[in-house]
């Protein structure tokens, strides 16, 4: 009888554990960081492309719109594909631009947005990557929709059409 | 048998590596996060972008004065619990923890009882 | 192409045979006079089948037929002859073209070698060899056939990863099924002897070499795997506690388990149910390895294409396996060792018995951290990552009574046994922990810790050795594989202690200072070969008692594909090794620098090749005394 339990016991631990592998073929193994981790934008200062100041967070986002933080790099091929799309959505007055230049060469960047277009109302400067890091970015190009000194929805990867769509029906 | 003990003294104090600073937090924190976007790496093996830069922000945390908890407790923050090797201990990792120990246990209570049944 | 064609017929021969092996098998057991001659000649002629169709894709990969997507996939004109046949094996569907190979093969040699043997165990042994191999034909047919045809043929491959063309890398999983393999024999052979009631010392020291053969083998297949890991990855490490890594290790500490056990079973007719449980396991095993790497079900460092599909293959074949062993094992297994189970506590049983408890331990150890993960994410949706620290914390502090056990345990006798020479003992364990506390002094972190392994590992280092020089020539195997074990310990942990690291930025011309070391960045090579531009760094490292030495780390850009890799400057002394390491910076003009000591790193080498050396011995060993 004991070895009938002993039996019983082990089926059905491997029965189980069989259903859990089978579960577990079903998820994806890529990690995504969720934006539920942390909603608030964080609390940091920067300092700017264009002029020779520093400036907070706070002061940036400060008003009643909603605004895309986008990060890019000259050096970065996908943010050439996007920046189109980035260009069309700054035309929209709902929504303010603002761009983080990661790792990047100051005058490569300048020729970057001469080239392409400068769709920021202003942009940042993370020359060693912490900026991204304090947004909980994991590279470039990523994109942040914020509103109201919180981040709606998170972008990884460049933007596509149905993205950016997605973006101009959640401003309206 | 002495000779043995007074032959590996003698290399020892002859050793010319430079003894590690195993004590470094640096190196420690950074060996205990998971690069993000490499394949199984840590930041502190890892030379992607994204590794250097944890690497710069750890090394500002800890001027900053940050213990290796809160360093930790920021970043989880961030990325959450998959960016840490060494799983902390909640509800949710108890049995990963406990669960070996426990079978060792259970194992030596069972090598114990089958000797009292010999001895009988 | 023609080859193609033949390597996919060959195949579905070899199916066939598997079934018609199975129905003769079925046949030949109830009529159990002589083995049926057909069994014999079937066995060969699969064998021979599948080798034709491995040949077929070698040679398919030589010419370059890409005609054959496994060969589109994973070669290119370009590369040289003996990359092009290692890339035969090295992706998904070559590789299980390899198992079945090897698996085939196996049989045939287990057949061959058996003559001795009982009929009805042998017919019932190549009957669940055959199911494995029917499945894995299945498995390769269905969803990973190798002898796919594309049209229209593309003119060249894609397969030109510089990361895999490396000759150790080439025969890391080669060896690494041989040992895969031979588990699954031992897996037929226990479950076929449960069923018949044949566990005894007779089939004890018969299986002995098969569990020996497939030890030896994986034990070095690992140890490629960890070389390669080194030497060509840059990162200076050698075993990242990866999933893949502990893959291979799982079935590793099972076979040393069931080794141990094995040699008990031979001499004293005990430890039937573990000796069964674990040759079930280790195959287990390797077959829930091969499902965990394969599926995508977990994320680690080695990528095969990932596929769920075929997750789901292995997954349900693993789990049939699992059910039909364990129904076996409960329906069949009488333990007939009631007299013979009267030992005394101190005593070569009691030994092994701790052994099997501390191996155990350190199996589901390593087995919970792979797996955990996968559990927590399909039952709460939330993902944690389980790596060295888990791995260190829980193993090291139970290594230490482990290597007291693997001194003492060996000089036991079996049943009863008085431990000779107890106050020499206890001498060489103070003299252990006087001498590690003389190393370790200086460090306050970890101190206890590193205390107490490196004293276990000394001990154990003093012991074995002593015992080699002393005690007459009997169980030198046992002895040089403890000594192995011991000096591997050592050295990974004084590898640990006394590496040391400068990693930092550098321009062209600069000079690093530290304490005792100075770098010296003297300029740059660039070099364009066939397929990549390098990039040379020279460095002068000037050391504090004045030597100097040149290290040349280069950067190789290729162009297809587009990647860089970074191939480390290595120089290995007996003492230490020096790894030097350059990589770009983003969009700045100077490189980042790594340059590391790293003591002993061959002794690791040399102590898992003294591990295998020691079993090398006992496989070969004639049995003299019986």
Excluded at chain 3, 240 to 250: G, K, Y
Excluded at chain 3, 295 to 306: D, R, Y
Excluded at chain 3, 510 to 527: C, E, L
Aim: proline share 3%.
């Amino acid at each position: 009888m004991k070895s009938k339990f002993f039996l019983f016991i082990s089926l059905l631990i491997f029965l189980i554990i069989f259903f859990i592998f089978y579960k577990g073929l079903q998820k994806s193994n890529i990690y995504k960081p969720s934006v539920e981790l942390n909603n608030k934008i964080p609390e940091y200062s920067s300092s700017l492309l264009d002029l020779d100041r520093e400036i907070n967070y706070s002061d940036i986002f400060k008003s009643e719109n909603y605004y895309l933080l986008n990060i890019w790099s000259s050096w970065c091929v996908p943010c050439r594909a996007e920046h189109d799309l980035l260009m069309d959505l700054s035309k929209n007055k709902k929504i303010t631009l603002i761009g983080l230049n990661y790792k990047d060469n100051i005058n490569n960047a300048k020729e970057f947005l001469n080239e392409l277009g400068n769709p920021f109302k202003l942009i940042l400067v993370d020359v060693d990557g912490i900026q991204a890091i304090e947004w909980g970015a994991i590279g470039v190009p990523e994109s942040f929709l914020i509103y109201k000194n919180e981040v709606l929805k998170k972008y990884i990867g460049p933007l596509d059409k149905n993205l950016l769509n997605q973006i101009k029906l959640l401003i309206e | 048998m002495k000779l043995y003990k007074l032959i590996v003294i003698f290399i020892l104090l002859n050793l010319n590596n430079s003894f590690a600073n195993s004590i470094d937090l640096n190196h420690k924190i950074t060996k205990n996060l998971r690069c993000l976007v490499c394949q199984g790496q840590s930041v502190y093996d890892s030379d992607s972008d994204f590794a250097n830069s944890l690497k710069i922000l750890v090394v500002n945390k800890i001027n900053e004065g940050l213990s290796e908890k809160q360093i930790y407790s920021f970043l989880k923050n961030k990325y959450g619990e998959w960016i840490l090797y060494d799983p902390e201990l909640n509800k949710n990792t108890y049995l990963l923890w406990l669960l070996p120990v426990l079978l060792f246990l259970v194992g030596g209570a069972i090598i114990i009882r089958k000797f009292n049944k010999i001895k009988k | 192409m023609l080859s193609s064609y033949i390597g996919y017929y060959s195949l579905i021969i070899g199916l066939i045979s598997s079934l018609l092996l199975v129905y003769f098998s079925l046949k030949n057991f109830k009529n159990y006079q002589f083995l049926d001659i057909k069994i014999l000649s079937l066995t060969f002629l699969q064998f021979l089948f599948v080798m034709i169709s491995f040949i077929s894709l070698i040679i398919s990969f030589l010419l370059s037929d890409f005609s054959n997507e496994t060969v589109f996939n994973n070669s290119h004109t370009t590369k040289p002859i003996f990359y092009k046949i290692a890339g035969v094996w090295g992706n998904h569907e070559g590789s299980l073209l390899l198992w079945l190979l090897v698996l085939t093969l196996f049989t045939l040699i287990f057949l061959l070698k058996t003559k001795n043997q009982p009929l009805k165990y042998r017919v019932l042994t190549t009957l669940f060899q055959q199911i494995i191999i029917i499945g894995f034909f299945i498995f390769v047919i269905k969803t990973s056939n190798p002898f796919n045809y594309i049209f229209p043929t593309p003119k060249e491959g894609l397969g030109l990863n510089p990361i895999l063309q490396d000759p150790v890398l080439a025969i890391h999983p080669p060896i690494l099924y041989l040992g895969y393999v031979g588990s699954s024999i031992i897996f037929s052979s226990a479950l076929a002897a449960t069923a018949l009631g044949y566990i005894s010392k007779n089939w004890a020291s018969h299986i002995k070499k098969w569990v020996l053969g497939s030890w030896i083998f994986l034990t070095l297949g690992i140890l490629l795997g960890s070389i390669w890991a080194y030497y060509e990855l840059g990162w200076g490490g050698f075993w990242f506690w990866d999933p893949v890594e502990n893959v291979s290790l799982l079935p590793w500490l099972v076979l040393t388990t069931l080794l141990h056990c094995i040699l008990a079973l031979e001499k004293r007719l005990i430890l039937t149910s573990w000796v069964i449980i674990l040759s079930i396991s280790a195959f287990t095993l390797s077959m829930c390895g091969t499902f965990l790497v394969r599926s995508g079900i977990l994320n680690s460092v080695h990528t095969f294409a990932n596929d769920p599909e075929r997750g789901i293959f292995i997954l349900i074949f693993l789990f049939s396996l699992i059910f039909i062993s364990i129904i076996i094992f409960f329906f069949f297994h009488e333990k007939n060792e009631s007299t013979n189970i009267n030992f005394f506590w101190l005593s070569k049983e009691t030994a092994i018995l701790i052994n099997n408890w501390f191996m155990m331990y350190f199996l589901s150890v390593v087995l919970i951290g792979t797996v955990y993960p996968i559990f927590l994410d399909v039952l709460t949706s939330d993902k944690i990552s389980v790596g060295p620290p888990f791995y260190h914390k829980l193993i090291a502090p139970f290594l230490i009574p482990f290597l007291f056990m693997m001194a003492i345990g060996p000089r036991l006798k079996w049943i009863k046994s008085n431990i000779e020479n107890k106050v020499h003992l206890i001498l060489a364990l103070i003299s252990s922990i006087l001498i590690t506390f003389l190393i370790v002094k200086n460090f306050n972190f970890n101190f206890l810790i590193n205390i107490t392994v490196i004293s276990g590992a000394l001990f154990l280092f003093y012991i074995t050795l002593r015992d080699f020089f002393i005690k007459k020539n009997r169980s030198n195997s046992q002895k040089i594989s403890h000594f192995g074990f011991s000096l591997l310990i050592l050295s990974i942990m004084l590898n640990n202690i006394f590496s040391n690291e400068i990693i930092t930025n550098l321009k062209v011309g600069q000079i690093f200072n530290s304490s005792n070391t100075k770098i010296t960045f003297s300029d740059i090579n660039q070099k364009k070969e066939k397929n990549y531009k390098s990039i040379i760094g020279n460095f002068i490292i000037e050391s504090k008692n004045g030597k100097t030495e040149k290290f040349a780390p280069e950067l190789r850009i290729y162009n297809q594909p587009n990647i860089i890799t970074s191939e480390a400057d290595i120089k290995t002394t007996l003492t230490k090794d020096e790894f030097m390491t350059i990589n770009v910076v983003q969009n700045q003009d100077y490189f980042n620098i790594r340059y590391q000591v790293k003591p002993f790193m061959i002794w690791i080498w040399l102590s898992v090749i003294l591990i295998s050396f020691g079993g090398l011995i006992s496989f070969f060993k004639k049995e003299y005394e019986k």
